[in-house]
């Protein structure tokens, strides 16, 4: 069984930052944020939101620009400040006690992420971290989590995906893995329908953790 986790508003609770930020960068050009802008931007590899918002808000600016200023407004709360979620180094030592295989499929920025799991030291606890950016692949499609099932050696039915985005989730699905939805707030006008589609839905992973075992 291998477990599949995402990071962003999965493990860490960084979904807020990256609002500040899409407000703060279209604010500087007279912009508003909107749940159109939102949703095409959400879960989706730096390149291609680059490229979205290029289009969606008719700039001439170039995507290594407009991604160069996404990466400025955002390195000082990966560095220092993006805290864990409650329960989630608890139950990743669980799951290791367990000897259970865990591997990563995020769509953060490949430095962003490396320095949120150094922060909190949570990058030992996974085998393989597979890039959306990286491999040009998109997390509202099946392929990328097919890609990590095959490089892990195990079939799409022995994964299980956690994540906090319901257009991660159907596309785990699609691939034949199954699915925990993880409450995010970023996501709340989602969650009804996330409680309804995903295998388990958690608001938090202290209710995934075992009880402590009495002494004999």
């Given at each position: 069984m291998m477990?599949?986790?995402?990071?962003?508003?999965?493990?860490?609770?960084?979904?807020?930052?990256w609002k500040e930020v899409d407000r703060t960068f279209l604010a500087r050009r007279g912009l508003p944020y909107t749940r159109a802008y939102y949703q095409g931007v959400a879960h989706t590899a730096f390149p291609q939101a680059?490229?979205?918002t290029r289009e969606f808000c008719h700039l001439d600016e170039s995507c290594e620009s407009i991604?160069?200023?996404w990466m400025e407004l955002a390195k000082e709360a990966y560095v220092r400040t993006i805290p864990i979620k409650p329960g989630v180094r608890a139950y990743l030592k669980q799951c290791r006690a367990e000897g259970r295989r865990m591997a990563m499929v995020t769509s953060s920025v490949p430095e962003h992420c490396m320095a949120v799991l150094r922060q909190h030291d949570l990058e030992p606890f996974f085998e393989q971290i597979f890039f959306a950016q990286v491999l040009k692949m998109d997390k509202r499609e099946p392929e990328i989590f097919l890609h990590a099932a095959r490089a892990c050696g195990e079939r799409p039915e022995d994964c299980t995906v956690f994540d906090d985005s319901l257009a991660a989730c159907r596309a785990a699905r699609k691939a034949r893995m199954r699915v925990?939805?993880?409450?995010?707030?970023?996501?709340?006008?989602?969650?009804?329908?996330m409680r309804g589609f995903c295998d388990v839905y958690i608001e938090s992973f202290e209710e995934l953790l075992l009880p402590p075992r009495k002494p004999r």
């Amino acid at each position: 069984m291998m477990f599949l986790f995402d990071l962003d508003g999965t493990l860490v609770d960084s979904n807020g930052i990256w609002k500040e930020v899409d407000r703060t960068f279209l604010a500087r050009r007279g912009l508003p944020y909107t749940r159109a802008y939102y949703q095409g931007v959400a879960h989706t590899a730096f390149p291609q939101a680059a490229e979205f918002t290029r289009e969606f808000c008719h700039l001439d600016e170039s995507c290594e620009s407009i991604m160069a200023e996404w990466m400025e407004l955002a390195k000082e709360a990966y560095v220092r400040t993006i805290p864990i979620k409650p329960g989630v180094r608890a139950y990743l030592k669980q799951c290791r006690a367990e000897g259970r295989r865990m591997a990563m499929v995020t769509s953060s920025v490949p430095e962003h992420c490396m320095a949120v799991l150094r922060q909190h030291d949570l990058e030992p606890f996974f085998e393989q971290i597979f890039f959306a950016q990286v491999l040009k692949m998109d997390k509202r499609e099946p392929e990328i989590f097919l890609h990590a099932a095959r490089a892990c050696g195990e079939r799409p039915e022995d994964c299980t995906v956690f994540d906090d985005s319901l257009a991660a989730c159907r596309a785990a699905r699609k691939a034949r893995m199954r699915v925990i939805g993880v409450k995010d707030s970023f996501f709340d006008s989602d969650e009804k329908e996330m409680r309804g589609f995903c295998d388990v839905y958690i608001e938090s992973f202290e209710e995934l953790l075992l009880p402590p075992r009495k002494p004999r």
